[in-house]
């Protein structure tokens, strides 16, 4: 059974679900709901070709106690209504990842984390909280890059659980990038190919402060002074920007200000793109695998890889650092295991468990 409900679950498990079926195996897809507009949601499940979901708990948006409870509950009633699952697959590191494998360890069904021992050491994001928990309640970790499994033998986990089979988005990217490209979803911006800026800004730590979101739009407006800039905004930083009158702002300084867009489309954009700015988990990933220069409004990541063998660039606090993001021609990188055969070692090792 495959728990998702955010937009990068989809994209992370999509191509778990395929390996599996090829292999025969009989499965259920549970959606927690944490993500229910079209575009982050049914839009991207479209791209995907994601299969409809078999349960869907409708647990929407809440401070973090009440989403995580709310999945936790729904979960929990799911797992005892079907006795019969004998594993619960998890990705990533939002709410229902932990409220899922808490609700499967309690009921002692086993759990498989896709994309374990990613670690940020910073306690303060939910999603640190999120994944620490979620490994040490896993009984298959999958990981994704060469630190994760130290991480996870420094915090007392069996090195016999833990299994490297590289990025599950990375198979999704390998397996739409060709498609994307034709899209040229930038040519409807009407932007040159590697000529302008892609930005998405999403953390809490970068948008909830009303002084912070303002000091960005400061510096994304000197950005697009030097060029041309599309954002397409998250619902949470939407409605930051709308408050205290940052989106005017960057809309008279020609910044593009677009809609979330579902995956084809954004993945085009980042395939098009001469620099990203973001502070995104999953787009540090896509940026290095597309070659493309990443800048992540960070102090910290949890994908140290992307730096080492990637295209990512720490900024670090001061969001005046922005004006180091410029533009230029995508450069090949290759990170071990990021190969778009992620998922089918996943599959193997699951059905072979
Ligand atoms: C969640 C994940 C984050 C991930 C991100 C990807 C956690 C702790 N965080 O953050 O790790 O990078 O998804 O997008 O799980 N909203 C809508 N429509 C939606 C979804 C959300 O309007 O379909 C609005 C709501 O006002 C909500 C806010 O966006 O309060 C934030 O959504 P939420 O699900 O709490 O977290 P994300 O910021 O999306």
Same mark, same amino acid.
């Given at each position: 059974?495959?728990?998702?409900?955010?937009?990068?679950?989809?994209?992370?498990?999509?191509?778990?679900?395929?390996?599996?079926?090829?292999?025969?195996?009989?499965?259920?897809?549970?959606?927690?709901?944490?993500?229910?507009?079209?575009?982050?949601?049914?839009?991207?499940?479209? *791209?995907?070709?994601?299969?409809?979901?078999?349960?869907?708990?409708?647990?929407?948006?809440?401070?973090?106690?009440?989403?995580?409870?709310?999945?936790?509950?729904?979960?929990?009633?799911?797992?005892?209504?079907?006795?019969?699952?004998?594993?619960?697959?998890?990705?990533?590191?939002?709410?229902?990842?932990?409220?899922?494998?808490?609700?499967?360890?309690?009921?002692?069904? #086993?759990?498989?984390?896709?994309?374990?021992?990613?670690?940020?050491? *910073?306690?303060?994001?939910?999603?640190?909280?999120?994944?620490?928990?979620?490994?040490?309640?896993?009984?298959?970790?999958?990981?994704?890059? #060469?630190?994760?499994?130290?991480?996870?033998?420094?915090? @007392?986990?069996?090195?016999?659980?833990?299994?490297?089979?590289?990025?599950?988005?990375? *198979?999704?990217?390998? =397996?739409?990038?060709?498609?994307?490209?034709?899209?040229?979803?930038?040519?409807?911006? @009407?932007?040159?190919?590697?000529?302008?800026?892609?930005?998405?800004?999403?953390?809490?730590?970068?948008?909830?402060?009303?002084?912070?979101?303002?000091?960005?739009?400061?510096?994304?407006? =000197?950005?697009?002074?030097?060029?041309?800039?599309?954002?397409?905004?998250?619902?949470?930083?939407?409605?930051?920007?709308?408050?205290?009158?940052? @989106? *005017?702002?960057?809309?008279?300084?020609?910044?593009?200000?677009?809609?979330?867009?579902?995956?084809?489309?954004?993945?085009?954009?980042?395939?098009?793109? @001469?620099?990203?700015?973001?502070?995104?988990?999953?787009?540090?990933?896509?940026?290095?695998?597309?070659?493309?220069?990443?800048?992540?409004?960070?102090?910290? %990541?949890?994908?140290?890889?992307?730096?080492?063998?990637? %295209?990512?660039?720490?900024?670090?606090?001061?969001?005046? %650092?922005?004006?180091?993001?410029? %533009?230029?021609?995508?450069? #090949?990188?290759?990170?071990?295991?990021?190969?778009?055969?992620?998922?089918?070692?996943?599959?193997?090792?699951?059905?072979?468990?």
């Amino acid at each position: 059974m495959h728990a998702v409900g955010a937009r990068p679950n989809f994209v992370k498990m999509a191509p778990v679900i395929d390996a599996l079926r090829d292999r025969g195996a009989k499965q259920m897809v549970v959606h927690t709901g944490q993500h229910y507009d079209a575009a982050m949601s049914a839009d991207m499940l479209e *791209d995907l070709a994601f299969p409809a979901p078999d349960r869907f708990l409708r647990v929407g948006s809440g401070t973090h106690g009440e989403q995580t409870g709310r999945i936790l509950i729904g979960f929990e009633q799911v797992l005892l209504e079907l006795p019969q699952v004998s594993l619960v697959v998890v990705g990533g590191d939002v709410n229902g990842t932990l409220a899922c494998a808490l609700a499967a360890a309690k009921l002692g069904v #086993p759990v498989a984390h896709v994309e374990a021992g990613l670690r940020s050491r *910073d306690w303060a994001m939910p999603e640190e909280i999120n994944r620490v928990l979620t490994d040490r309640l896993s009984a298959l970790l999958f990981t994704h890059s #060469p630190e994760a499994e130290p991480n996870l033998i420094g915090e @007392g986990i069996e090195a016999g659980r833990i299994h490297a089979v590289g990025n599950t988005m990375i *198979d999704s990217l390998a =397996r739409f990038a060709p498609r994307a490209e034709r899209l040229a979803a930038w040519e409807g911006f @009407g932007l040159d190919r590697h000529g302008y800026v892609l930005v998405t800004l999403h953390r809490p730590s970068n948008v909830d402060d009303s002084g912070r979101l303002s000091a960005i739009g400061e510096a994304l407006c =000197r950005l697009a002074e030097r060029h041309p800039v599309v954002f397409p905004v998250h619902p949470r930083t939407r409605a930051r920007l709308q408050q205290g009158g940052v @989106g *005017d702002r960057l809309a008279a300084a020609g910044v593009m200000l677009t809609a979330p867009l579902p995956y084809l489309g954004f993945l085009s954009l980042e395939a098009g793109a @001469g620099a990203i700015l973001t502070d995104s988990g999953g787009v540090q990933e896509e940026a290095s695998a597309l070659g493309v220069p990443c800048f992540t409004l960070r102090t910290t %990541t949890e994908r140290p890889v992307t730096i080492d063998l990637g %295209t990512n660039h720490l900024l670090g606090d001061d969001p005046a %650092t922005i004006r180091q993001v410029t %533009t230029a021609p995508p450069r #090949p990188c290759a990170i071990p295991l990021w190969d778009g055969h992620a998922a089918e070692r996943i599959a193997d090792v699951i059905v072979a468990a």
